[in-house]
């Protein structure tokens, strides 16, 4: 099947690495240009239109499917007690030690069934989708125990098979300390756990930070999980600086994420580092904290990528606009800045650049389409709905 996309506008990245500093504002820009698409590849671009095609779609904004390269996706049900409790007043770390927060959420993951838990978070998958995402990471860590992190692993292994998106899994036993263990052996735990999940994905994370992890565990842990193979992220400055981003760059992370609560030194080791600052400011939104120093990261050359961190309780948000419209009011990002962060640095974070994250020859054929918008309006809009996204060349239209 051949289809062709005439874009009145499309803007991309190119190449398979991350990009740094200024050079996360050069994107290409090709105007009325035709992307023609067979099996599911991107294999030529023309500047007229072919004489056949099976479909043709069109569009005056053509840009690459947003990468969110950190979500907390699989989980089960929701927590409005945690938000209404916060709006009036108490922290989240406060909701945490209190054994609400993401415990609540351990409890109603164990206590939901498989069909459940692939019902509700193919759901979520779709939702993403319809919004122009069509990459995700899906992270473990609302089991807390072998059989329950297992069991969100074999959720993800559906996901995979039967969702329409990309999904990219993440081991994060790391989330949070469950009762009746202290970290010591919690994370001794954890280190033999790896072997089970050796083959199921290549990243772990872990949360350091004031009521998780501390340096001293974070670091016998990535040790431990860098020895087996695995690529390391690190949850860190979310709510604290304890000291995370050193470790980071110092274990050479893939990522160092959140980064709300970072200093002039960590922007310094982080722009020399080869560690990818990933930053999600609808958790900053959602917990009314402050935001990470975006401006100051780019502006000392870092990699920053750009996600959603959806998730219950820190940012039940589904909404790529919104990402984008805070990064532009709050993380002092412009634009281009913003796309390469979500396509190509996201990409980039997963290890998947060379099939996604730009709309090149011999990529997937993996994009968003819009009607009535240029680049700065769906960072402007929040909550415009691209006509079609077209995923390994299969098109889906709103
Ligand atoms: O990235 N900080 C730890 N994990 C999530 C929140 C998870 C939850 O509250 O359920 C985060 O903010
Ligand atoms: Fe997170």
Same mark, same amino acid.
């Given at each position: 099947?051949?289809? *062709?996309?005439?874009?009145?506008?499309?803007?991309?990245? $190119?190449?398979?690495?991350?990009?740094?500093?200024?050079?996360?504002?050069?994107?290409?820009?090709?105007?009325?240009?035709?992307?023609?698409?067979?099996?599911?590849?991107?294999?030529?671009?023309?500047?007229?239109?072919?004489?056949?095609?099976?479909?043709?779609? +069109?569009?005056?904004?053509?840009?690459?499917?947003? *990468?969110?390269?950190?979500?907390?996706?699989?989980?089960?049900?929701?927590? +409005?007690?945690?938000?209404?409790?916060?709006?009036?007043?108490?922290?989240y770390s406060q909701i945490h030690n209190s054994g609400g927060g993401i415990y609540e959420?351990?409890?109603?993951?164990?206590?939901?069934?498989?069909? +459940?838990?692939?019902?509700?978070?193919?759901?979520?998958?779709?939702?993403?989708?319809?919004?122009? *995402?069509?990459?995700?990471?899906?992270?473990?860590?609302?089991?807390?125990?072998?059989?329950?992190?297992?069991?969100?692993?074999?959720?993800?292994?559906?996901? %995979? %098979?039967?969702?329409?998106?990309?999904?990219?899994?993440?081991?994060?036993?790391?989330?949070?300390?469950?009762?009746?263990?202290?970290?010591?052996?919690?994370?001794?735990?954890?280190?033999?756990?790896?072997?089970?999940?050796?083959?199921?994905? /290549?990243? *772990?994370?872990?949360?350091?930070?004031?009521?998780?992890?501390?340096?001293?565990?974070?670091?016998?842990?990535? +040790?431990?999980?860098?020895?087996?193979?695995?690529?390391?992220?690190?949850?860190?400055?979310?709510?604290?600086?304890?000291?995370?981003?050193?470790? =980071?760059?110092?274990?050479?992370?893939?990522?160092? /994420?959140?980064?709300?609560?970072?200093?002039?030194?960590?922007?310094?080791?982080?722009?020399?580092?080869?560690?990818?600052?990933?930053?999600?400011?609808?958790?900053?939104?959602?917990?009314?904290?402050?935001? =990470?120093?975006?401006?100051?990261?780019?502006?000392?050359?870092?990699?920053? =990528?750009?996600?959603?961190?959806?998730n219950p309780g820190s940012s039940p948000v589904i909404e790529p606009s919104l990402v984008?419209?805070?990064?532009?009011?709050?993380?002092?990002?412009?634009?281009?800045?913003?796309?390469?962060?979500?396509t190509i640095n996201s990409a980039c974070v997963l290890g998947i650049a060379d099939r996604?994250?730009?709309?090149?020859?011999?990529?997937?054929?993996?994009?968003?389409?819009?009607?009535? =918008?240029?680049?700065?309006? $769906?960072?402007?809009?929040?909550?415009?709905?691209?006509?079609?996204?077209?995923?390994?060349?299969? $098109?889906?239209?709103?």
């Amino acid at each position: 099947m051949k289809l *062709v996309i005439y874009a009145k506008r499309l803007y991309t990245s $190119i190449g398979n690495s991350p990009k740094r500093g200024h050079q996360m504002s050069q994107l290409e820009k090709l105007e009325n240009i035709f992307i023609c698409v067979e099996d599911g590849k991107i294999v030529e671009f023309l500047n007229h239109k072919p004489r056949s095609a099976d479909f043709l779609l +069109e569009g005056d904004l053509v840009v690459p499917g947003f *990468v969110d390269c950190h979500t907390h996706i699989p989980f089960y049900g929701y927590r +409005e007690q945690d938000f209404l409790r916060r709006v009036s007043g108490l922290s989240y770390s406060q909701i945490h030690n209190s054994g609400g927060g993401i415990y609540e959420s351990v409890s109603k993951l164990r206590g939901a069934t498989f069909k +459940e838990l692939v019902r509700f978070n193919l759901n979520l998958t779709k939702i993403f989708l319809r919004k122009g *995402v069509t990459t995700i990471e899906c992270k473990t860590g609302y089991g807390l125990d072998e059989e329950n992190e297992l069991k969100q692993f074999r959720v993800i292994e559906i996901l %995979k %098979k039967i969702s329409p998106i990309d999904v990219i899994p993440t081991f994060m036993g790391a989330h949070a300390i469950p009762k009746g263990f202290n970290q010591q052996d919690y994370i001794d735990y954890l280190i033999k756990t790896l072997d089970l999940v050796k083959d199921k994905c /290549d990243f *772990v994370d872990i949360f350091c930070d004031t009521g998780a992890f501390d340096i001293y565990n974070t670091q016998r842990y990535l +040790e431990a999980a860098r020895e087996k193979g695995f690529k390391l992220r690190i949850h860190a400055n979310e709510l604290s600086n304890i000291g995370a981003v050193k470790i =980071a760059v110092q274990m050479n992370a893939i990522s160092a /994420d959140h980064l709300l609560k970072i200093d002039d030194k960590d922007i310094e080791f982080l722009s020399q580092s080869g560690t990818t600052a990933v930053l999600m400011p609808t958790t900053s939104f959602y917990l009314n904290e402050t935001y =990470a120093p975006a401006r100051k990261l780019i502006d000392n050359g870092a990699a920053i =990528a750009l996600g959603s961190d959806f998730n219950p309780g820190s940012s039940p948000v589904i909404e790529p606009s919104l990402v984008m419209n805070l990064a532009v009011r709050f993380l002092g990002m412009s634009p281009q800045e913003i796309l390469s962060a979500y396509t190509i640095n996201s990409a980039c974070v997963l290890g998947i650049a060379d099939r996604l994250g730009t709309v090149e020859i011999g990529k997937e054929a993996d994009f968003v389409i819009y009607k009535d =918008a240029d680049l700065e309006t $769906i960072m402007y809009f929040i909550g415009i709905v691209p006509k079609y996204i077209v995923k390994r060349g299969q $098109i889906f239209e709103n």
